[in-house]
Structures are given as C-alpha cells and as structure tokens.
C-alpha cells in the first residue's frame, strides 16, 4: 500500500458549505452526532443488503453495530461502524464533492443574506461535514468490505483534504473527531449520552459505548448500548414520542426543519406491511425537476432500496419515509418489484394513506407552530399546500385512481377573499341559481381579479376561482366537474347565465339592433378574431376576447408555445358590451378608416385587460395617442 500523502482539494462548493455549516449551525451544533450516526447506519444497512447475495461479505464480524469510542486525554469521540466502508475513490468522492445535482447550481445563485439561511443549507445534506462543527481535524479510516486495504481520509477543513494508506483490522468505517477546545465535553460519557438518547434513540442498529461503572479506585468497564435499537417503525405508536419521530424524520430526510404531519401505519392480512411516512414542511429547491421517490423500502426490516419508485407514483414525490414488507422477498430486484402483485398493494396504501392523512389535514382548523423562526397561528394544510400543491395537481392529471380524492384537496384564490378555497366549500356556497364553478385564469392574481371576463358573474355575486399556475386549466379540463358541477372558465364559450324571459327579450332585440355593426367589426378585424357577438359577460369594460367553449384558451396556447410546442394560433371570438357607451359610439361612426382605428383599439384593450400584448404594440400606442388627441 501506498505510504505517500496526497492531497486533493476540496471541490469549491465543499469549501462554500463547510464555512456556512460552521457559521450557521453553531447553535445546533449537537447535530453532528445525528448525522455520523445516521451515515454509520445507512452503511450497516448497505452491508446488510449487500450480505443477502454475499453470503461470505459478512465473514466472523457478523455482529453489524455502531460504536463510540471516547477519548478524554487526547479529546477524540470516534464513531466506528462495521458497515459497507469505503475504497479510496469513495473517500475522495464522497467525502471531497457534493453529490447532488442541482446543488452546485443552487449555491451559485443564492445570496450571502440567503446562505445564512438554515432552510436552504438543509438542502445540501451537509450530513458528514457538521463534523468539522465539533472538530477541527477530522480522520476517517476506511476498509471496504470484501477488500484488505484501508484508506486513510483527513481534514482540517481548510480547502483540501490528505489521502494515504492506513491500517484498520476488518472492514467498516471509524470517524475521528479531534475535537475543538469548546467541544471536549463530547468526550465524556453523560454528553454523548444525551445527544445519543435525544437524537438518535430509534437507530436501528445498537449504538455502544464503553462507560465506567464502580467508584474511585475500583471502577471498570464495560461496554453498553445506548438506544432501544429497534427499527422505530415497528414499535407501538403509543411507544413512540413526537419527538422521536421527528429526530427519526430528519436523519432520514437531512431536513434541518421538523417535519410537517405522519402518518404511522399497519397492515395485516393477506399482505402485511408497516409504513411511517412524512410530509415535510418545505419543498426542497428542485422539486419539480426531481423525480427520485423519497420512501425507503424494506422488507422484514432489511434495507432493499433507497429510491423505491415501484412503490410510490411520481407525484407523491414530496413524501418521505419508510415501508417495510413482511411478503416481498429479500432478493427483490427493480425486475421483481415491477412485476409483483405485492408492489401494486404497497403502492395504493402508500396513496391512501397519505390521502388520509392530508384529508385530516385539511379538515384540521388553526394551529400554534414554529414557521421559519415564530410561532405562529397556521393550518398546516395551507402551508403543505403552497410548498407542494403543485404535485397534487400533477396527481390530479395522471392518477385516474386517486382522482376525486385529490380533486377535493385542491386549493385556489378565488374572488371572495384572499384565502385558500377547495371546491368542496366553493359548491356548499353557490347560490341557488347558480349552476356552475366558475374560473379565471391569468399570469398574476392581479390580472385574474381585475379580469373583465367576471364582471358579470360577480355583479349577480357568483364566486370566481382565480388559477395562477400554468397548470391549472390542464388540470380544470381533466377534471371537468366537481359535485356534479361543471366547471366552467369565465374566458370560453357563452356563460349561460341564469336570465329572466324579459332579460332574455331585451337581449334579442339588442342583438338584432346591433347586427349590422357586429358585421362591420367582423369585416374590420377579420385577420383577428374569427366571430364577433354581443354578450352579457361584461358589465364595465366595452368588450373582451374568448375561446370555444371546447377549444384550448389563449393563455394555454401560450404556455405550450414557450414550453417548445408548435401550436398554431387560433382566432377567438370578440365580445362586445352593448350597453357600453364606447360601442354605441361606435355605431354612429361612419368613416371606414376612423372605424377601423377604433375597432382595433377595443381588440387590443381587450388583449391588454387578460395580461396579454397586442400584435403591434406600436401601433396600438399610436391610435391611442391620436384619439388623446382627439383624432
Ligand atoms: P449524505 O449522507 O446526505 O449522502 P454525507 O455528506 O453525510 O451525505 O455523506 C456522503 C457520502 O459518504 C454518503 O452518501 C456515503 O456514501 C458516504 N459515507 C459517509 N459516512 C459513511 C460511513 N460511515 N460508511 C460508509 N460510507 C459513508
């Protein structure tokens, strides 16, 4: 083995992460113990899924366990493991880089107010690194299993890090902590104690210490295990504090913040199957892009698979935690689980579950909870809802199944107030004339509110739904109905508003009265709008655009054209408010090119009022300056 040291430097972002885990979590800075012990048990957990087909990886050290070692004199807490270990290579890129894609990115782009932030340096899972919160030289030595060579890893987290040749007597993973001045209590026996007992007691391999029993001059050692070391997923719900199941969340998920809800769960039967699963509290930067599911899989307590997709449908991509089969086999492979008939059953608890738990959610009315440093009054279904609404309406569009459940754990603005509303509530309020949900979709809240398209709906004092996200009217068209009402979007088709017979007449007649200027303005507009009609819609703006009532909406051929589609434009249908002084101007004009200026003027105001450009904005400008002007 190679005697000579090399030294790599750390990858820049390594160092930009070291210096704010430093900085930032020094009030927390306990944590590390969580965090090595967390990887020591993710490396037992390796080994032992690696041993189910290695029959002799495991060899006479069969005893899988995490150890303490404390050093008083020379102030050092090792934390050793015989799990997986790590070659030389390992070390340098597990422990020099950060892995995760995106993150590189995203620390690029923040600002030094930002990265002071512990919501978004959790995003990293700085894991390893909150060592160097405690010590300031760091040594891991490291024997992979399977192999005799051990590696030697060291830092002083100042920009780079030695590799050399070590000794280690059997495979598995020891982390040296020197610690620093401040830190040598975690020497001692009753600190690391508390830590162990307040952050990592559901662990579930055994965590030992040497502790000294006896007084004086006849003291002895001996070594003893300092958690329950059982998996916490298999005790009693009653057994299991919040605490702990908090402490279990976080060193599962490396989310600084407390996880949101739970939902801790059994079934027995013809499968059985034990689930602790979370909600977190914040979306982590890159959660549309990241398809990775964040639920373990076991089976009969042994780890099988990190990223267990087969189990959870893409859009419950937000949930974390565990599942643990008691039918799949141990040797289960992506092959097997895609093709057996227990994932299928796993999967649908795994949604019906967390449906569950979300109705209970949104059901919950206003509690007291800590939100980015205050307490507060909140809902917590509000809060999951603005991180990860987004998904569930992803769910809506794919999840045929689920469907109707997510349908009515949707939330949107809506006219009334600036609250969250589901449809559920939205129906129970309809007046009884009211035959339809009614929606407005636009970029901003401020454009949606202010849309001439509501004018009418809310003068008879009809709610609108105001829908932002570039989704929405995907996910409105998926679902068609709610309660068995239509939904129905302001901006499509005709309203079919609840009229009176004498309502009706005087419309007619208004109709018929302006027949031959609605031709004209189809005559002047033709390359523009494909019909032009009289509608009651409006009750303060002279005219607005809208599509077939079956036909896909301007702001949805927008959204497809910069999402790289090749959608052809289609004409709508331009609407004019004939009770508005400006279109019965518009009757008395006579000379053509004055009618066409103003013609064009209302089309482009009406683009204007749905947040959208005019064609020639130039030219818009100049026929409104000319009319200022009193042309
Ligand atoms: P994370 O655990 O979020 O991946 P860490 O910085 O804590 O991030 O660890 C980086 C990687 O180093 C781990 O993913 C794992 O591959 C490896 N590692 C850390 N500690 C150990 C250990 N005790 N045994 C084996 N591998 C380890």
Known sequence: MSATVEK???????????????NSLYSHREVFLRELISNAADALDQLNFRALTQHDLLGDDKELRIELIRDEKAHTLTIRDNGVGMTRDELIGHLGTIARSGSKKLMQSLSAEQKKDLTLIGQFGVGFYSAFL???????????????????????????????GGHRATRGTDVILHLKQDAQDYAKEWPVREVVHKYSDYVRWPIRMQVERGKDDATTTEWQTLNQARALWTRPKSEVEPQQYEEFYKSLSHDWHQPLAWTHFKVEGAHELTGLLFLPEKAPFDLVERRKSGVRLFVKRVFIMDDAQEIVPEWLRFVRGVVDSEDLPLNVSREILQKDATTRFIRKQVVAKTLTLLEELAAEGETEREVDGEKQKVRRYELFWTEFGRL????????????????????FRSSRDDGWHGLKDYVARMPADQKAIYYTAAD?????KASPHIEALQKRGFEVLLMTDAIDEWIVDALREFGEKPLVSAAKGALDLPETEADKQRKEAREK????????????????????????RLTDSPACLVSDEHGMSARQERVLREAGHDVPKQKRILELNPGHPVVQKLQAITDQARFADWTALLHDQALLAEGALPADPAAFSRRLAALMAGG
């Open 8 to 22: 790599h430097p750390f990858q820049a972002e390594v160092n930009e992460v070291l210096s704010l885990v430093v």
């Open 134 to 164: 405690v010590a300031d030289t760091v040594t891991v030595v490291s024997r992979k299993a399977g192999s005799d060579e051990t590696w030697v890893w060291e830092s002083r987290a100042q920009g780079d890090f030695e590799i050399r």
């Open 392 to 411: 569930l309406k992803e769910g809506v569009y794919h999840d045929l199944e689920a469907r109707d459940r997510l349908a009515a754990l949707l939330r």
């Open 444 to 448: 901003s809240l401020a454009v949606a």
């Open 513 to 536: 009265e302006l027949q031959p200027l609605l031709e004209r303005v189809q005559q002047a507009l033709a390359d523009q709008v494909k019909a032009v009609r009289v509608t009651d």
